[in-house]
């Protein structure tokens, strides 16, 4: 690398060659188009962490204290990549390099809202990172309660006329009360109040059914269920209402949800209803679970998704499908209530800023369309895990504990593997491909150095 070359010392100051590959990667994607870019970040990490190293040598803290950078951007966080500069990509790399400016780096500089400003010390720039945070959530994040109150108004009526239809047409099947159900109701619902669940519990008989774990299963999926049915020699076939939608001796989600949708979707004169209820209703086609699509003011409107589940002891296993087709008629399991009500109770304990972080998170994902594929699901997984181990989660630390999730994310994501706090087991990354990771981790990783991006939108 020449930067490193010209260096008689082998070692620069950060807005050197650590800068310079900061720059390489914020602009890769311009030139390299997004597939390429991610590949490159990644590839490039192995380089960082070389440079890095350099930098943290006996000599540089001293330097880093007074230059106040790097302070949020240690090395240490980044594992080894298994991932190898090919031959083009080295090229590529080194070629930019050399074009590279000298002077400071697009890292040294923010600029939200306000006109640029040059960076002081590590705690200064943490300060301003969580004035802006804080702005970001009260313009972008933050849904005011009015809007909230009617997305929850136009879900209630929307249930009720789908609870009725739903004992009209399907009077013997066995359901427990359906709730509403989703961020909308714990108040982690961000941006705009656009979508809400109806969950519907099928009841089962206990002896005829059990749960196997997907990992015992031949697709080895842990996270993932199957139903199968049991004793059929003394409980023939027919004698559970929900037998209709056993296929090869499991019971099939995919079944259960056509069972509903037919009702849901073909039985119900939605445009009648949307008319009596002075809304717009239609069911979403094509779609692979059964969601409404409620315009319930002139500028307003949610998506109403229709998710039938089943309870085994305090196991939820619900009815949406695993992304990859080959997984057909397994059951998610769903941590989200208990992931939930772990964070909201920890900072109900202290105080803490977790359930903002996590709305942060969740809005710099919905707004951000690079980084669309990160759900709720792992970001509040992301937080819990980070939240066991740190202990102080106070308000004056939340520019902090976002960088944090944020270098830790892109960790999980270095290695592919997001394990569930619940159940370590599972990957929380197990539906994302490669390349959906690779572009996840370069996006987050080039915010490390300048995280005002991802709230510039
Ligand atoms: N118990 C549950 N209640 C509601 N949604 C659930 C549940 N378990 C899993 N989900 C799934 O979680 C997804 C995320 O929903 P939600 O928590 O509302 O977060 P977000 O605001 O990011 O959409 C939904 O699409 C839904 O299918």
């Not at 509903?260 to 119900?268: A, G, K, N, Y």
């Not at 977790?354 to 699901?377: E, Q, T």
């Amino acid at each position: 690398m020449s930067g490193l070359e010209r260096d008689p010392k082998g070692r620069k100051e950060d807005n050197g060659v650590g800068s310079a590959i900061d720059f390489v990667l914020s602009n890769a994607k311009l030139v390299l188009g997004v597939g390429g870019a991610a590949m490159l970040g990644i590839a490039t990490l192995a380089v960082k962490r070389m440079y890095d190293r350099a930098v943290s040598a006996p000599a540089s803290p001293a330097k880093m204290g007074q230059s106040g950078k790097r302070s949020w951007e240690e090395p240490s966080w980044l594992g080894s990549s298994p991932r190898l500069l090919n031959s083009d990509m080295k090229t590529n790399l080194s070629r930019s390099l050399q074009t590279l400016p000298t002077g400071n780096s697009a890292s040294g500089v923010c600029s939200v809202g306000a006109g640029p400003l040059s960076l002081g010390a590590g705690s200064r720039q943490r300060a301003s990172l969580g004035e802006k945070l804080r702005c970001f959530y009260e313009t972008r994040v933050r849904i005011p309660s009015e809007e909230q109150s009617g997305a929850r108004r136009a879900v209630l009526q929307i249930c009720s006329q789908l609870l009725s239809s739903l004992r009209d047409r399907l009077p013997d099947a066995p359901l427990r009360d359906p709730y509403p159900s989703g961020s909308l109701y714990d108040d982690l619902q961000v941006v705009t109040a656009d979508h809400a669940q109806l969950m519907v519990p099928l009841v089962l008989e206990k002896n005829l059914w059990s749960p196997v774990p997907g990992e015992e299963t031949i697709m080895n999926v842990p996270g993932f269920w199957l139903i199968r049915r049991e004793n059929q020699e003394y409980y023939p076939r027919g004698t559970s209402y929900w037998d209709r939608c056993v296929v090869g001796g499991y019971l099939s989600p995919k079944s259960v949800l056509e069972s509903f949708e037919r009702v849901v979707r073909d039985s119900i004169n939605w445009p009648a209803v949307g008319a009596a209820l002075d809304c717009r209703v239609r069911p979403v086609v094509p779609s692979e679970t059964i969601a409404l699509e409620v315009q319930y003011e002139t500028d307003r409107r949610l998506f109403l998704e229709f998710l039938p589940l089943v309870v085994f002891e305090d196991r939820v296993l619900i009815a949406k499908p695993h992304r990859l087709a080959e997984f057909t008629n397994v059951w998610r399991q769903s941590f989200r209530e208990a992931h939930t009500s772990r964070l909201q109770r920890a900072d109900r304990g202290d105080g803490g800023c977790r359930c903002l972080c996590l709305k942060l998170l969740k809005g710099v994902c919905k707004v951000n369309p690079a980084l669309g594929k990160l759900d709720s699901g792992q970001l509040t997984a992301a937080v819990l895990a980070v939240s066991t181990r740190k202990r102080d989660w106070s308000p004056d630390d939340l520019a902090e504990r976002f960088l944090l999730l944020i270098r830790e994310l892109v960790g999980w994501l270095e290695e592919g593997c997001l394990p569930c706090p619940l159940d370590p087991k599972v990957n929380l990354f197990s539906e994302l491909t490669p390349q959906e990771i690779d572009e996840l981790g370069y996006t987050l990783y080039c915010a490390l150095s300048e995280p005002e991006s991802l709230l510039r939108t």
